[in-house]
Every structure is written in C-alpha cells, then in structure tokens.
C-alpha cells in the first residue's frame, strides 16, 4: 500500500524553525520526484518546493527562495523540509506528494501520491 505520512508541523514564533518529515512506505521514494505543496484557509494549493529523482534537482517558490531547503535520505526513503525565519503567511496545512514529473514549477495536479498534511503555524 503507498502511503505518505508528513510530521514535524507545529506552532512556531515569526523568525523560527521548523523541519517537517515525509516518510514513505509501499514504494521507493528514491524513483520519484517528490513535493512540498501548502494551502491556507481560502486559499489555492501551491507548490512550494520540488526535488527531482535524479540529480536531486530542486524548485522552490519565490515566496521561500533562501529560507526553504527541501532534502532527501534514500536510505531513511524520507524527505525533509527544512523552514527557516518562518513568517506568519507560511501558515498552512503542508502537504507531501509523489509523481513521476519535475520541471520548471511545483504544480499539484502533477502529483500523484498524497500525505494527509501537517499543520504550519507561525504566530507569536
């Protein structure tokens, strides 16, 4: 069964950190290019950060350039999400997806494999 599970979200002072965990079990996350996607309250779900399956490309949105590091350990068939100097329009439910596309942007529809999410609050 593939399964995607996301953890690490919380709540976080502006300024802050937090690392969040996409572990993968029923496929080898090794073989897919996977994503970072967020939505909040009334809003669209985008893309926030991809990483290709191989070469490790990686995208990010331009919201989160310098203050995002998307990673992956093959061997833990995990990938992380590093967020620093988090703001409070970083808050949203995170979400973690597989597919077989990586390009030029992070779109959701290209995804194919979801996590249930993981809720990001930034707020003091």
């Known amino acids: 069964q593939v399964q995607l599970v996301e953890s690490g979200g919380g709540l976080v002072q502006p300024g802050g950190s937090l690392r969040l965990s996409c572990a993968a079990s029923?496929?080898?996350?090794?073989?897919?290019?996977i994503g970072w996607f967020r939505q909040a309250p009334g809003k669209e779900r985008e893309g926030v950060s991809c990483?290709?399956?191989?070469?490790?490309?990686?995208y990010y949105a331009d919201s989160v350039k310098g203050r995002i590091t998307i990673s992956r350990d093959n061997a833990k068939n995990t990938v992380y999400l590093q967020m620093n100097s988090l703001k409070p329009e970083d808050t949203a439910v995170y979400y973690c997806a597989a597919g077989d596309y990586f390009g030029s942007t992070c779109p959701p529809g290209e995804y194919d494999y979801w996590g249930q999410g993981t809720q990001v609050t930034v707020s003091s």
């Open positions: 990483i290709s399956p191989t070469y490790d490309n990686t």
């Open positions: 029923g496929f080898t996350l090794a073989y897919y290019a």
